[in-house]
């Protein structure tokens, strides 16, 4: 209860000085952060750039032994298909470069490497849903 309350005040203050686009992408991370947390995963990072700023992760999160590379896709409703609909081919080659980066500075084996989806449907209350494996790895 206390969650929501924050992040709807997050989220007012963001409106006031970013696009709205913007900002409704950052709520949609903050309540995937949130579920994704609930359902027991330990997020590591949050919005992690390659240092040249033109690939990014969403979340990066430990689920078990698994490092989980979470894209997460927000839409005020699915009048225009579902969100995980949006994610092409660059939006893919970006999370694989990010994954491994971040895999060879964690020393992770790319064996313990996964790809999901979080969509987010800002109904009331929001639709949250959790898609594993939604990327192949290669």
């Known amino acids: 209860m206390l969650g929501a309350f924050v992040d709807h005040l997050r989220d007012f ?48 999160a430990w689920e078990g032994s698994t490092l989980v590379f979470v894209e997460v896709k927000s839409r005020a409703s699915t009048e225009f298909g579902p969100p995980e609909r949006a994610i092409g081919d660059e939006k893919r080659r970006h999370l694989l470069r990010v994954a491994r980066a971040y895999t060879r500075k964690s020393e ?22 959790l898609i594993r494996t939604a990327i192949p790895s290669m």
């Open 13 to 60: 203050r963001r409106r006031r000085t970013w696009t709205a686009d913007h900002a409704a992408g950052r709520r949609g991370e903050d309540l995937a952060h949130r579920f994704l947390r609930r359902h027991g995963f330990t997020i590591v990072a949050r919005n992690y750039r390659l240092a040249s700023g033109d690939a990014e992760a969403d979340l990066i």
């Open 108 to 129: 992770t084996p790319w064996a313990r490497v996964r790809f999901d989806v979080v969509t987010v449907v800002f109904s009331r209350p929001p639709e949250i849903q």
